[in-house]
């Protein structure tokens, strides 16, 4: 089959456990994006995030477009462009936040170049060294009126986090996405916010069926492309629950899955 699109995750899919891009991994990307197949990184990230993965495997200018936030923002690569955003207001987070009654230290929010968070949290450190993104300390009511809210994270111990997602009211999840990207982290973005949705954006703007499209994840937050896409691939390292939902299963991120299901599925066309 001929894919013309397709949307890859980031941590523990385009990347491997030691926070790398193998250069077969990066082979095949590059050899899908030279062959015409449009190449998306859909990720949780903020866009400096994204833009690392992409310095990682050179040739910039061969990649158009960014799911960052889950799906909340998707930009022009080039020119930073927003082609679509689903964002959080303050009232919104303050909201969450009172609901679940957690500490201040226990949480950060994410605009598109900073990170703001009102207490002590070592996770939030970790996050903005790997978004390229400065930490501000203090209170998300002190944001300016031009910034919009893309993320909300609950950060921690994973056992702590077990414990804040089960006191999440039911009414939370109908009003939010929540998921978690990884163990240590809880993530609430807007409603309208998912890789699913952003997968069918980029499908419409670039006039590509959706039948022709690919995903590749690992993680909770990756479910809605892989249920969406034409073929949602797994990494063998994913969550069972994702797996089991997926079309195809392919070997882990530490393995280079990702380069091996790209040579398999996409690149054989070209070969």
């Avoid at 866009?47 to 022009?76: D, Q, S, T």
């Avoid at 970790?126 to 300390?137: D, F, G, H, R, Y």
Wanted: aromatic share 6%; proline share 1%; hydrophobic share 40%.
């Amino acid at each position: 089959m001929s894919y013309q699109l397709m949307l890859i995750d980031c941590d523990r899919t385009l990347l491997n456990d030691s926070g790398i891009v193998t250069e077969r991994t990066k082979t095949a990307i590059s050899n899908a994006v030279r062959n015409g197949v449009k190449t998306v990184f859909a990720s949780g990230r903020a866009p400096g995030g994204i833009e690392n993965m992409v310095k990682a495997i050179g040739e910039e200018h061969l990649f158009e477009y960014f799911v960052c936030f889950n799906g909340g923002l998707i930009i022009r690569a080039h020119d930073k462009q927003v082609v679509s955003e689903s964002s959080l207001t303050i009232d919104d987070v303050i909201h969450i936040v009172d609901s679940i009654c957690c500490k201040p230290e226990d949480y950060y929010v994410l605009t598109s170049g900073r990170l703001i968070c009102q207490g002590y949290n070592k996770q939030a450190e970790i996050e903005a060294i790997k978004n390229n993104i400065s930490v501000t300390q203090g209170a998300v009511w002190q944001l300016t009126s031009d910034e919009k809210i893309f993320k909300l994270v609950f950060a921690g111990e994973v056992d702590e986090l077990d414990l804040i997602e089960k006191r999440i009211p039911v009414i939370l999840r109908k009003q939010f996405h929540v998921t978690r990207s990884e163990p240590n982290n809880l993530e609430f973005v807007s409603l309208l916010a998912s890789k699913g949705n952003a997968l069918v954006q980029l499908a419409d703007l670039l006039h590509i069926r959706i039948k022709d499209t690919i995903c590749f994840g690992d993680a909770e937050n990756d479910s809605s492309m892989i249920m969406v896409a034409g073929t949602g691939v797994a990494m063998g390292n994913a969550s069972e629950e994702l797996k089991a939902i997926s079309d195809i299963v392919t070997d882990s991120n530490n393995n280079e899955g990702l380069a091996k299901a790209i040579e398999k599925l996409v690149l054989s066309d070209y070969n």
